[in-house]
């Protein structure tokens, strides 16, 4: 048992216990990738998406690339969270009227309840990339809320509480194309559509050359008794292009902005065959967890060469003491 993370049980959380000889602190699901090429009719690949428990099972928010090529957004259910139901249809975003309110594009969303409302934020078009938001108390209608930010934006990702009576936000300005930079910013809001006092938390760099282009917030950060435990991808630039990589952080309860305890190493990186080739080969792209207080299970989702859906695992209590172990802040 642990006494790590604060939140609930999820006794039905999908798991699968480390191999034997494995010596990562984050191991992938022998079943991988859990979605493949041409998942629903629509779409031809299914990837970098958010998964939330749900009245004992399970809803996903999905990033769903359709055969004309355009990201969108479709929801899903799951009775275990490996085996998905994803709805034949994108979302249908509607505004505070009821009236018809579509979006351009939407990739990489996250998903996460704050009291009894789920939002997601994800990519969107605002003449330009910037971060959409919207939120669902049924999973039948979908509102589409202010964009927070004005472009060039991504890597939007709500905190699952208010901290300081806050709501809070990750985020990573960047530019209109495939940007070879980015730093991750704070920001926080009152009302979910006021954003302001912007701070930022970390960026690229370090003796770590896979993380030296780019970094950006991953799954809703996890609160732990040791900080807000958040998982991000880190970005190297090759001579055959980008490679995404997972990294963890430890940051301040009271002041996310403050990094307590940052990997030095990577702790997920494209290596099996499903996230070294595909439509972007060499990408593991993480994008949600759902965990089980009570034990400290973490079940991690990720989006492996810009193709697939896959899991990997993570105890939290050893978890953390890797990234105590092995940190360095810059």
Known sequence: MSNMIIGDALPNIPWEDKPKGCIDVLWRYSGNPIIGWNPIPKAARIYNSAVLPYQGKFVGAFRADQKNGRATLFFGKSDDGIHWNIGPDPINWVDENGKPNPISYGYDPRFVKIEDTFYIVWCDDMHGASIGLGKTSDFKTFFRMPNPFMPYNRNGVLFPR????KYMIFSRPSDSGHTPFG???????????????????????????????KVGAGPIPIET????????????TTCNGFVYSTGAAILDINDPSKVLYRTRDYILTPEKSY???????????????????????????????????????????????????NSEVF
């Open 162 to 165: 208010k901290v300081n009576g």
């Open 183 to 213: 730093n991750i910013y704070i920001s926080e809001s009152p009302d979910l559509i006021h954003w302001g006092n912007h701070k930022y938390v970390m960026g690229s760099g370090g003796s770590g050359w896979w993380q030296g282009t």
């Open 225 to 236: 008794k040791e900080g807000w435990l958040l998982f991000y991808h880190g970005v190297s």
């Open 275 to 325: 996230e070294t080739t595909g439509f972007v080969p060499n990408v593991a792209f993480p994008c949600a967890t759902i965990f089980d207080a009570p034990t400290g299970r973490i079940t991690f989702y990720y989006g492996a060469a810009d193709t697939y859906t896959a899991m990997a695992f993570a105890q939290v209590d050893e978890l953390i003491a890797y990234i105590k172990n």
